[in-house]
């Protein structure tokens, strides 16, 4: 039987701006190229779905992520866009090297499609929970305690009432800084969470653990390597602030729920566009419930990274907040609806949008394009 959204032409764009900031997350970093890999497709009937993921590297942009989605496309031609299990079963049997981010990129926008023939957001076909959330404000690296200081200030005044803290990575001076901000913002209202990516010992995570415990931060995110399972069940157990992964490297079932069975974690901690797409995610919130953990997505990333992550956010009540990069400017470039914190703190959707809910501005994204490739 013939289906519709058979696929046609698979176009990839690898881009990155030159002229852009480079924010970095951490003092060990130097300048950051971040890359935006997105892929298009269009099918027979008419329908473009898009899917994207973001790398960030030292030196110069990264063209990994779009040289692998090359080696899924001839075999995409001629399929449907509605066999979403099959074709992300067919990728994962494929012998890359970078697949699960490649393997995001397509699936993705395989719902988008499916999303926009259906007429309706992504959300509401996975079941919407919601239609807004919570967000944090998630913040680049900055020089000094007073210009953390500021700039949470500056949050605050763009409504947002969370705020997670990229600090220096230092741990002396991490610790000096969550004094100060622990002393200016104690009745403030405004909640916090820590994320030193990976890079304190188990002795320094313990005692920054005491000091978010004794002012209620909300979580502790990557305070150890992500690959050190032990490391992270032995602080769980003596503090009683929330610990959180980073995120990137244990990305499959079978992973996810081997950290959980040791007690590795307070919530589980994934990416959309990392892990393999929606396809996926939409079974690693299964098995986070089925654990009675919270998922607590990222979302730093460029708008159609956020908006693969905020659609799974908003099928499920397991997820607290959206991961808002703060400014906003850096990562919107080439899109022409955006996903940016309201008055109340909340994020939603671009409203009156099918599918993932995000249009481009291709004529900005060819300006930006560093390498393309067409199959059709």
């Known amino acids: 039987m013939k289906k519709s959204l058979e696929i046609e ?29 997105i892929v298009k497709i269009t099918t027979k009937d008419g329908y473009v779905g898009i899917g994207g993921t973001i790398t960030y590297t030292e030196n110069h942009f990264d063209d990994s992520i779009g040289e692998t989605i090359r080696l899924y496309l001839p075999k995409l031609i001629g399929q449907s866009a509605l066999d979403t299990e099959k074709i992300w079963n067919w990728m994962a049997k494929r012998p890359t090297v970078i697949s699960k981010p490649a393997m995001s990129c397509i699936d993705i926008a395989l719902w988008d499609l499916r999303g926009k023939y259906a007429g309706m957001p992504i959300y509401q076909m996975l079941g919407a929970a919601r239609d807004k959330i919570l967000s944090y404000a998630s913040t680049p690296l900055l020089g000094s305690i007073e ?3 500021e700039f949470i200030t500056k949050c605050i005044n763009n409504g947002f009432k969370s705020i997670k803290i990229h600090p220096f990575t230092d741990f002396e001076e991490d610790y000096e800084l969550v004094k100060e901000i622990n002393k200016k913002y104690k009745n403030s209202g405004i909640t916090f969470s820590l994320d030193p990516d990976q890079q304190y010992s188990r002795e320094q995570a313990y005692k920054m653990a005491k000091l978010l415990e004794d002012f209620n931060w909300v979580w502790f995110e990557a305070p ?12 769980r157990a003596k503090t009683n602030v929330p610990i959180s992964c ?43 419930e089925a654990n009675s953990r919270r998922i607590e997505l990222q979302s730093w990333g460029a708008t159609l990274t956020q908006a693969a992550n905020l659609h799974i956010m908003l099928s499920t009540n397991s997820c607290t907040y959206f991961e808002q990069a703060f400014p906003y400017e850096p990562f919107e470039i080439g899109a022409k609806d955006v996903i940016r914190t309201d008055s109340e703190g909340y994020v939603q959707i671009p409203e009156g949008k099918n599918g993932l809910g995000i249009e481009l501005d291709w004529e900005a994204i060819e300006k930006i394009t560093l390498k393309k490739y067409l199959v059709k």
Do not use: M
């Not at 150890?224 to 602080?235: I, S």
């Not at 990137?248 to 994934?270: F, M, P």
């Open 224 to 235: 150890l390597p992500d690959t050190d399972l032990e490391g992270y069940a032995e602080l």
């Open 147 to 149: 210009e953390y200081l």
């Open 246 to 288: 980073g995120g990137n490297h244990y990305l499959s079932l079978i992973e996810i729920q081997h950290g959980l069975k040791v007690g590795a974690w307070s919530d589980v901690r994934i990416d959309t566009t990392v892990c393999g797409g929606i396809t996926p995610t939409r079974k690693i919130v299964a098995v986070s």
């Open 9 to 37: 032409k698979v176009e990839i764009f690898v881009t990155g701006d030159p002229t852009q900031d480079r924010p970095r997350w951490a003092r060990y970093l130097e300048d950051i190229y971040t890359t935006n890999t």
